[in-house]
């Protein structure tokens, strides 16, 4: 599986220590995250991470293409509900495509816990077919 993972700075270490519980999950997925986001947990963890630009300079919108082409199959994207962002528009704009191709979408690590362990124990296996049969490619 395709999986993202986006924190603000503040909740930054949250994430990293998000990732190491759940490191023995995630070893054996695609990983990509925004720019910051993605140094953080590669330095704290031994898991290879396709990191993409920072949040405020276009990392979003970069993770929102690969969701407009239903190739993402989670993001965990921990908001900091608390402080404006310069880049809100690319904020909204990726939930709002996540919403539009029904991808799982955590925004706090209490419905990150629930997705990550079904992920773990194959609940997410609908989104292989999503893969194999995706409009325009193989239909
Ligand atoms: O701003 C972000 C998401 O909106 C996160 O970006 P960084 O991971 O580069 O800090």
Not at 31 to 58: C, D, K, V, W
Not at 89 to 113: H, K, S, Y
């Amino acid at each position: 599986m395709n999986i993202a993972f986006i924190a603000h700075d503040r909740k930054k270490e949250e994430m990293v220590n998000f990732v190491i519980a759940y490191e023995h999950v995630f070893e054996d997925h695609k990983l990509y995250s925004t720019g910051t986001t993605g140094t953080r947990i590669m330095e704290q963890t031994n898991l290879s991470i396709h990191r993409f630009a920072s949040g405020p300079l276009g990392g979003d919108q970069q993770i929102g293409a690969l969701v407009a082409d239903n190739e993402m199959d989670l993001i965990v994207f921990l908001r900091d509900p608390l402080m404006a962002q310069p880049h809100e528009p690319d904020i909204n704009a990726l939930l709002r495509l996540c919403d539009v191709q029904g991808i799982p979408l955590a925004t706090n690590v209490a419905t990150a816990e629930i997705l990550v362990k079904a992920l773990d124990r194959g609940d997410f296996a609908w989104r292989e077919l999503v893969h194999k049969y995706k409009p325009g490619v193989d239909a």
